[in-house]
């Protein structure tokens, strides 16, 4: 507003008057403190530290004194400004607080409110019990195969020692196409993938195919024309029952925990000599039979102990023979589960029905369960 | 097969203490599976008396029955020694019979409590009992009336007499145990009391002794006259005959219930005899009368249009040739199909008193093929088709001569007919070692001789190798490793050890199915549902779809036997799969539904004709390339299908409707996770709504089709209009996948943004606005992407608006004042020059 004032000297400038300096100051001291919220300190700050406030005005007046009274006066209100600007940070500092505060609280929202905007979707439990069947077994080193569902007949029979007349083919009602002479049928088990492998393969084979199977069964509870199974091949130097054993243990302790171990019944399929029966300690019960809720019958293995999981043996030489693994130097093991028997007693699943007809509700609560 | 515990002891001694339980369990450890067992008297609480029944006063009802109240003496079974009041609707019975009467207090099967009760005008004080109400068969026909002989041992021994108040679970044999079994094909000799009790001994370490171990008169000339024509089909035929059998005299009551508990239902003596001795011993036997044959008996091969009526009253057109039906015939023609049912023309009756025995030796395989064709399973076929102990046929018509006149009060005639003979028995040779080998348990070659015995062997160690010779009731063990099987299970399954096998160097998951598994968690994770739908589809199935005559997808492969004659045909598509689900789904109340389905489809080549090669070795390469050309091409697809909303309304907002854009967005989704840049146009393809199709391509393989639904096919499923789906090959996906993604190179440098606004026909599709854009505007382009599109009065009529986003940026520098607006502009000029887009001010 002005230059040094030379207009009058000595002059005594009222502004910078020490009692009007500590006037002023103690104006904006309580003005800050007296300032409710951010809004009013604001305004405080421009009515007492802003560039038109009394104490800026009074710091211009210092050029008008007399060199000799300046730094009196300077010192005066440069210590008057400074305590101000302090109590305005030091009130910006508890109102800013106390803002944040206030913002925060008002900011609450009902968290217990829904957020489910988007639908949810789930994989088919067979689907999620063949890859976890198939991670056994990955794990191990073995490898995954798989094949046609719409298979030879030599394949699906022949080659694993059932020829036309063999009495074992009725035990599998089997679905043929057209024309007779195509001599093709929807594949009754996962064993013609066995074939197939040791015929594009040489060995040593280790595999394991989880795959769609088809029988001619109405549908009901226990029965499905298209259900599912999971082979597994082993064909190398000196494999024995032993190890038919320990792969089979290994994976029931892979799938229902520990201390649940197989056992063999002698039995009987074409493709294996010896065959067995593969039992599995019931996972419930652990083997005892009972049941945990005081009636004296384990509801899975209806007290017997075991449940029936699958057929297994020793690979028949007659299959190396017929699939090009000569039987001098190899042997091999094969088994055979289902996936869909194996979800029913895993998880308590007790319709078949619900597996293949498509309601959504069946397939959800697995959401992406890996 | 069901075997009464009794008869099973009768041929082997087991220890007293042995339960049902256990026989049972140890010979379901030998490879003879439990089925059920069942202890009849485990089912009733008693008291369960016998009862006289003194006198019977029939007294019609007003609904037309006649109902029977009767006295019985129970003896001092109902504690007063008075004749017990009881009211019974049956028949077939007459005062002073005696009969099996449930007494008040009694429990019978299915927890039926018998009490005394008013009805019909009387206190009805207990009841007199049918064969079924305890659990003991399924005749119903009429109470049981017990015979002269009830309770008797059984075979020969004399009965004591039964007396009014008696228990009748003894009388009944109600303590003995049946066990069933479930026989498997290699183990047809247990098709017979014979075998069991055999494998009883074997598991149990005692001695068996074979019924049809039994000295037969020799074959003389004086016999039957029989001609076998064909020696392979029936190599050995015994005839025997009797005369002067009593077709009245009754089966014994040891008989009738060893037949009941087996599940064979007692006929007549004649019958009963032939059945008995094939559950005894596993031979099949037919019986003739006598008078009714004309000539000899000849075994032959049916010849063209010859009939039989059968025995179950079938009129049936044999099948000729030599590998045809395998007849029983005399001079009238045929009179039986060989080993699997007799005719009704000499059939036993009751008039029969002389009877020629047929127990003859039929190969497995023409019996078989026969059992086929006729769908004719047979007790006799079953074991047949099977094997059956080819040495047995004299001993067994010898027994049935015995019980003829033992029971029937026939003689036996001194004629003796015996065509062939059983084959020599096979013998197999293997390495001592072999057991031990192939199942890794520690089995010496004692032991391994010592168990073949013990199955009937006769074994022969020579060195390192031993020979055995197979037993005829064991036509299963041909190879070696069938003895390993026999030596292995009765050393115990359970004592083979567990063992990992040494571990290959795997490589893990094929990289297919590790894309498959991301396929399925991405749309999992986007809210598709996956699903899994039968392949079986019919003409309207397509005609739902609306597919036109000449769509590809019409051709397919067909079941000779479909399970609904309605759906004989193979999918080629899941889309009838998953739009049934998505119908299902929706009239059940799911009416948001997105789900999704992978599977095979199934595409004929045209070229279907496997061969059935040979066994004996591998096949040759073009025998194996003639077996995967007829295999038709099943690529696997991926389908989807959404009704209803996607996005759920709720505080937020609205919800969304599924549509169009859901379902090729979901392909989008896949393909992104696979790292396959799909490009989508316009298409008119079934069941889509032809405006609403997006053709699916990578270049110029169309991989499939996304859209909304045709309106009708929408009608045909039932699920509401504007529901979407999507159905491409994803095999054709799958192998685009990149297998390594290159990494990005990226900078620091800024980027310069740029909109436009670009007015184009409303015909014009936007990904060719895009496209132009792209490739107008340069190598300094980062990205462009439309963010709005828009459509009304001030953009002119046909008109839309399409509003892209570009982004600029420059590898090495920052870029200078004007390059971005000049690349823009060069966009801009591209896109006009292309598709008449103007820039909107």
Same mark, same amino acid.
């Given at each position: 507003m002005s230059?040094?004032?030379?207009?009058?000297?000595?002059v005594?400038?009222?502004?910078l008057?020490?009692?009007?300096v500590?006037a002023?100051?103690d104006?904006?001291?309580?003005a800050i403190?007296?300032?409710?919220?951010l809004e009013?300190?604001?305004?405080?700050?421009l009515?007492?530290?802003?560039?038109?406030?009394p +104490?800026?005005?009074?710091?211009?007046?210092?050029?008008?004194?007399?060199?000799?009274?300046?730094?009196?006066?300077?010192?005066?209100v440069?210590?008057?400004?400074g +305590?101000?600007?302090?109590?305005?940070g030091?009130?910006?500092?508890?109102l800013?607080?106390?803002?944040?505060?206030r913002?925060?609280?008002?900011?609450?929202?009902?968290v217990?409110l829904?957020?489910?905007?988007?639908?949810?979707?789930?994989?088919?439990?067979?689907t999620?019990?063949?890859e976890?069947?198939?991670?056994?077994?990955?794990?191990?080193?073995?490898?995954?195969?798989?094949?046609?569902?719409?298979?030879?007949?030599?394949?699906? *029979?022949?080659?694993?020692n059932?020829?036309?007349?063999?009495?074992?083919?009725?035990?599998?009602?089997?679905?043929?196409?057209?024309?007779?002479?195509?001599?093709?049928v929807l594949?009754?088990?996962?064993?013609p993938?066995?074939?197939?492998?040791? +015929?594009?393969?040489?060995?040593?084979?280790?595999?394991?195919?989880?795959?769609?199977?088809y029988?001619?069964?109405?549908?009901?509870?226990?029965?499905?024309?298209?259900?599912?199974?999971?082979?597994?091949?082993v064909?190398?130097?000196?494999?024995?029952m032993?190890?038919?054993?320990?792969? +089979?243990?290994?994976?029931?302790?892979?799938m229902?925990?520990e201390?649940?171990?197989?056992?063999?019944?002698?039995?009987?399929?074409p *493709?294996?000599?010896?065959?067995?029966?593969?039992?599995?300690?019931? *996972?419930?019960?652990?083997?005892?039979?009972?049941?945990?809720?005081?009636?004296?019958?384990?509801?899975?293995?209806?007290?017997?102990?075991?449940?029936?999981?699958?057929g297994?043996?020793?690979?028949?030489?007659?299959?190396l023979?017929?699939?090009?693994?000569d039987?001098?130097?190899?042997?091999?093991?094969?088994?055979?589960?289902?996936?869909?028997?194996?979800?029913?007693?895993?998880?308590?699943?007790?319709?078949?029905?619900?597996?293949f007809?498509g309601?959504?509700?069946?397939?959800?609560?697995?959401?992406?369960?890996? | 097969?069901?075997a009464?515990?009794?008869?099973?002891?009768?041929y082997?001694?087991?220890?007293?203490q042995?339960?049902?339980?256990?026989?049972a369990?140890?010979?379901?450890?030998l490879?003879?599976?439990?089925?059920?067992?069942?202890?009849?008297?485990?089912?009733i609480?008693g008291?369960?008396?016998?009862?006289?029944?003194?006198?019977?006063?029939?007294?019609?009802?007003?609904?037309?029955?006649?109902?029977?109240?009767?006295t019985?003496?129970?003896?001092?079974a109902?504690?007063?020694?008075?004749p017990?009041?009881?009211?019974?609707?049956?028949?077939?019975?007459?005062?002073?019979?005696?009969v099996?009467?449930c007494?008040?207090g009694?429990v019978?099967?299915?927890?039926?409590?018998?009490?005394a009760?008013?009805?019909?005008?009387?206190?009805?004080?207990?009841?007199?009992?049918?064969?079924?109400?305890?659990?003991?068969?399924e005749?119903h026909?009429?109470?049981?009336?017990?015979?002269?002989?009830?309770?008797?041992?059984?075979?020969?021994?004399?009965?004591?007499?039964?007396?009014?108040?008696?228990?009748?679970?003894?009388?009944?044999?109600?303590f003995?145990?049946?066990?069933e079994?479930?026989?498997?094909?290699?183990?047809?000799?247990?098709?017979?009391?014979?075998?069991?009790?055999?494998?009883?001994?074997?598991?149990?370490?005692?001695p068996?002794?074979?019924?049809?171990?039994?000295?037969?008169?020799?074959?003389?000339?004086d016999?039957?006259?029989?001609v076998?024509?064909?020696?392979?089909?029936?190599?050995?035929?015994?005839?025997?005959?009797?005369?002067g059998?009593?077709?009245?005299?009754?089966t014994?009551?040891?008989?009738?219930?060893?037949?009941?508990?087996?599940?064979?239902?007692?006929?007549?003596?004649?019958?009963?005899i032939?059945?008995?001795?094939?559950?005894?011993l596993?031979?099949?036997i037919?019986?003739?009368?006598?008078?009714?044959?004309?000539?000899a008996?000849?075994?032959?091969?049916?010849?063209e249009?010859?009939?039989?009526?059968?025995?179950?009253?079938?009129?049936?057109?044999?099948?000729?040739?030599?590998?045809?039906?395998?007849?029983?015939t005399?001079? /009238?023609?045929?009179? !039986?199909?060989a080993?699997?049912?007799?005719?009704?023309?000499?059939?036993?009756?009751?008039?029969?008193?002389?009877v020629?025995?047929?127990?003859?030796?039929?190969?497995?395989?023409?019996?078989f093929?026969t059992?086929?064709?006729?769908?004719?399973?047979?007790?006799?076929?079953?074991?047949?088709e099977?094997?059956?102990?080819?040495e047995?046929?004299?001993?067994?018509?010898?027994?049935?001569?015995?019980?003829?006149?033992?029971?029937?009060?026939?003689?036996?005639?001194?004629?003796?007919?015996v065509?062939?003979?059983?084959?020599?028995?096979?013998?197999?040779?293997?390495?001592?070692?072999?057991?031990?080998r192939?199942?890794g348990?520690e089995?010496?070659?004692?032991?391994?001789?010592?168990?073949l015995?013990?199955?009937?062997?006769?074994?022969?160690?020579d060195?390192?190798?031993?020979?055995?010779?197979v037993?005829?009731?064991r036509?299963?063990?041909?190879?070696?490793?069938?003895?390993?099987?026999?030596?292995a299970?009765?050393v115990?399954?359970?004592?083979?050890?567990?063992?990992?096998?040494?571990?290959?160097?795997?490589?893990?998951?094929?990289?297919?199915?590790?894309?498959?598994?991301?396929?399925?968690?991405?749309?999992a994770?986007?809210?598709?549902?996956?699903?899994?739908s039968?392949?079986?589809?019919?003409?309207?199935?397509?005609?739902?779809?609306?597919?036109?005559?000449?769509?590809?997808?019409?051709r397919?492969?067909?079941?000779?036997?479909p399970?609904?004659?309605e759906?004989?045909q193979?999918?080629?598509s899941?889309?009838?799969?998953?739009l049934? /689900?998505?119908?299902?789904?929706? !009239?059940? !109340?799911?009416?948001?539904?997105?789900?999704?389905?992978t599977?095979?489809?199934?595409?004929?080549?045209?070229?279907?004709?496997?061969?059935?090669?040979?066994?004996?070795r591998?096949?040759?390469?073009?025998?194996?390339?003639?077996?995967?050309?007829?295999v038709?091409?099943q690529?696997?697809?991926?389908?989807?299908?959404?009704t209803?909303q996607r996005?759920?309304? !709720?505080?937020?907002?609205?919800?969304r409707?599924?549509?169009?854009?859901?379902?090729?967005?979901?392909?989008?989704?896949?393909?992104?996770?696979?790292?396959?840049?799909?490009?989508?146009?316009?298409?008119?393809v079934?069941?889509?709504?032809?405006?609403?199709?997006?053709?699916?391509?990578?270049?110029?393989?169309?991989?499939g089709?996304?859209?909304?639904l045709?309106?009708?096919?929408?009608?045909?499923?039932?699920?509401?209009?504007r529901?979407?789906?999507?159905?491409?090959?994803?095999?054709?996906?799958? /192998?685009?996948?990149?297998?390594?993604?290159?990494s990005?190179?990226?900078?620091?440098?800024p980027?310069a943004?740029e909109?436009?606004a670009?007015?184009v026909?409303?015909?014009i599709?936007s990904?060719?606005?895009?496209?132009?854009?792209?490739?107008?505007?340069?190598?300094?382009?980062?990205?462009?992407r439309?963010?709005?599109?828009f459509?009304?009065?001030q953009?002119?009529?046909?008109?839309?608006s399409?509003?892209?986003?570009?982004?600029?940026r420059?590898?090495d520098?920052t870029?200078?004042e004007?390059?971005?607006?000049?690349?823009?502009?060069?966009?801009v000029?591209?896109?006009?020059?292309?598709?008449?887009?103007?820039?909107?001010?």
């Amino acid at each position: 507003m002005s230059g040094p004032n030379t207009e009058y000297d000595p002059v005594e400038v009222t502004p910078l008057r020490a009692d009007e300096v500590e006037a002023q100051r103690d104006a904006a001291i309580a003005a800050i403190a007296a300032a409710a919220d951010l809004e009013a300190l604001k305004q405080v700050r421009l009515e007492h530290a802003g560039d038109r406030s009394p +104490l800026a005005l009074a710091n211009r007046e210092i050029g008008a004194l007399p060199p000799q009274a300046r730094k009196e006066a300077g010192a005066r209100v440069g210590q008057a400004r400074g +305590l101000v600007n302090k109590a305005l940070g030091e009130r910006l500092a508890v109102l800013e607080a106390e803002h944040e505060e206030r913002m925060l609280v008002e900011e609450t929202v009902d968290v217990t409110l829904p957020t489910d905007r988007t639908v949810t979707g789930a994989r088919h439990p067979i689907t999620m019990m063949s890859e976890r069947i198939a991670d056994v077994f990955v794990a191990m080193g073995w490898e995954v195969a798989e094949g046609p569902q719409v298979e030879a007949e030599w394949l699906n *029979f022949d080659a694993l020692n059932m020829g036309a007349d063999h009495p074992a083919r009725t035990m599998q009602d089997t679905f043929w196409l057209e024309p007779a002479e195509a001599a093709l049928v929807l594949r009754t088990h996962t064993s013609p993938v066995q074939a197939r492998t040791m +015929l594009t393969r040489e060995p040593p084979i280790y595999v394991v195919c989880p795959g769609r199977v088809y029988r001619t069964d109405e549908i009901d509870a226990t029965h499905s024309p298209v259900f599912h199974q999971v082979e597994g091949l082993v064909i190398d130097e000196g494999i024995t029952m032993a190890h038919l054993k320990g792969s +089979l243990d290994h994976f029931a302790t892979a799938m229902f925990g520990e201390g649940i171990t197989t056992r063999f019944r002698p039995s009987y399929f074409p *493709f294996t000599e010896p065959s067995a029966e593969v039992d599995l300690v019931c *996972f419930v019960c652990r083997g005892t039979g009972a049941n945990d809720e005081g009636s004296d019958t384990c509801r899975t293995c209806r007290g017997e102990g075991w449940i029936e999981w699958g057929g297994c043996g020793v690979v028949n030489p007659r299959v190396l023979i017929a699939c090009g693994v000569d039987p001098e130097k190899y042997t091999g093991f094969a088994f055979g589960m289902g996936i869909d028997r194996t979800l029913m007693f895993r998880h308590g699943a007790d319709d078949m029905r619900d597996f293949f007809e498509g309601d959504v509700r069946f397939a959800q609560p697995f959401g992406i369960e890996i | 097969m069901k075997a009464p515990v009794s008869w099973i002891r009768e041929y082997v001694d087991l220890p007293e203490q042995v339960t049902a339980d256990e026989l049972a369990a140890t010979l379901t450890m030998l490879g003879l599976k439990l089925e059920a067992l069942i202890t009849p008297a485990d089912a009733i609480t008693g008291p369960l008396v016998v009862g006289r029944v003194l006198t019977i006063e029939k007294e019609p009802q007003k609904n037309g029955k006649v109902i029977n109240w009767c006295t019985v003496d129970v003896g001092d079974a109902n504690g007063t020694g008075e004749p017990q009041g009881i009211i019974c609707g049956a028949h077939n019975f007459v005062e002073g019979d005696l009969v099996v009467v449930c007494l008040p207090g009694a429990v019978l099967p299915g927890n039926f409590e018998i009490s005394a009760r008013k009805t019909y005008g009387h206190i009805s004080a207990g009841m007199i009992c049918s064969s079924r109400e305890l659990g003991l068969g399924e005749d119903h026909d009429g109470i049981i009336v017990l015979p002269a002989d009830a309770g008797a041992p059984g075979d020969g021994q004399p009965a004591e007499p039964v007396q009014p108040g008696d228990d009748a679970f003894a009388v009944l044999d109600m303590f003995d145990s049946v066990i069933e079994f479930e026989i498997n094909p290699d183990r047809a000799y247990a098709l017979s009391l014979r075998g069991i009790a055999r494998e009883a001994g074997i598991g149990f370490d005692v001695p068996f002794r074979d019924p049809a171990d039994r000295d037969v008169p020799a074959a003389n000339g004086d016999g039957h006259p029989v001609v076998v024509d064909d020696a392979g089909g029936c190599p050995v035929f015994v005839a025997r005959s009797v005369t002067g059998f009593d077709p009245t005299a009754p089966t014994p009551d040891w008989m009738v219930k060893r037949l009941t508990a087996a599940g064979m239902r007692p006929i007549s003596l004649g019958v009963d005899i032939t059945n008995y001795v094939m559950l005894e011993l596993g031979q099949p036997i037919h019986g003739y009368d006598r008078a009714k044959l004309t000539g000899a008996i000849r075994v032959r091969r049916a010849t063209e249009g010859e009939r039989l009526t059968t025995l179950d009253g079938q009129k049936r057109k044999l099948s000729p040739g030599p590998s045809g039906d395998l007849l029983i015939t005399d001079d /009238s023609g045929p009179i !039986g199909i060989a080993g699997t049912m007799g005719g009704e023309t000499t059939e036993l009756s009751e008039t029969t008193t002389d009877v020629v025995i047929e127990a003859a030796h039929f190969d497995a395989v023409s019996i078989f093929r026969t059992e086929r064709r006729h769908k004719l399973p047979s007790e006799a076929s079953k074991r047949f088709e099977r094997g059956v102990d080819p040495e047995l046929p004299a001993a067994a018509a010898d027994r049935v001569v015995e019980l003829m006149v033992e029971l029937g009060g026939a003689t036996a005639d001194a004629g003796v007919t015996v065509v062939g003979e059983a084959p020599a028995r096979r013998t197999v040779t293997a390495a001592t070692d072999l057991p031990a080998r192939v199942t890794g348990m520690e089995i010496s070659a004692e032991t391994a001789v010592a168990n073949l015995e013990k199955v009937g062997c006769a074994v022969a160690v020579d060195g390192e190798s031993l020979t055995a010779t197979v037993p005829p009731w064991r036509p299963d063990m041909s190879d070696p490793f069938d003895l390993v099987e026999e030596v292995a299970r009765i050393v115990g399954y359970d004592m083979v050890p567990s063992v990992l096998p040494p571990a290959p160097s795997g490589r893990g998951l094929p990289l297919a199915q590790k894309l498959r598994r991301r396929v399925g968690l991405v749309l999992a994770g986007a809210g598709w549902t996956e699903t899994i739908s039968y392949p079986f589809v019919g003409d309207s199935d397509w005609a739902n779809l609306g597919l036109p005559a000449d769509d590809e997808r019409r051709r397919t492969i067909r079941m000779a036997n479909p399970l609904n004659a309605e759906e004989p045909q193979l999918a080629t598509s899941l889309l009838p799969g998953v739009l049934r /689900s998505l119908g299902l789904n929706v !009239g059940r !109340g799911n009416a948001d539904t997105s789900l999704f389905e992978t599977g095979l489809v199934f595409l004929p080549t045209g070229d279907e004709k496997a061969p059935i090669l040979g066994v004996d070795r591998r096949p040759t390469d073009e025998e194996w390339a003639a077996i995967e050309k007829a295999v038709p091409h099943q690529p696997q697809h991926l389908a989807l299908a959404v009704t209803g909303q996607r996005e759920r309304p !709720g505080w937020w907002g609205e919800g969304r409707q599924g549509s169009w854009a859901d379902a090729i967005g979901a392909v989008r989704e896949v393909a992104e996770a696979l790292g396959v840049q799909i490009e989508v146009s316009a298409a008119a393809v079934a069941p889509w709504h032809p405006g609403r199709c997006a053709e699916i391509r990578v270049g110029a393989t169309v991989l499939g089709h996304a859209g909304e639904l045709h309106p009708k096919v929408c009608k045909a499923y039932g699920v509401p209009d504007r529901s979407a789906a999507a159905e491409i090959d994803l095999d054709a996906l799958l /192998s685009l996948a990149q297998a390594v993604t290159p990494s990005p190179h990226f900078t620091s440098y800024p980027v310069a943004k740029e909109d436009v606004a670009l007015v184009v026909d409303g015909s014009i599709p936007s990904a060719e606005v895009e496209a132009a854009l792209r490739e107008g505007a340069g190598d300094l382009l980062e990205s462009v992407r439309l963010f709005d599109v828009f459509a009304g009065e001030q953009i002119g009529e046909g008109k839309k608006s399409l509003a892209f986003a570009l982004r600029f940026r420059a590898p090495d520098r920052t870029l200078k004042e004007g390059e971005a607006g000049a690349a823009r502009d060069a966009a801009v000029a591209l896109a006009a020059e292309r598709t008449g887009a103007v820039q909107r001010a």
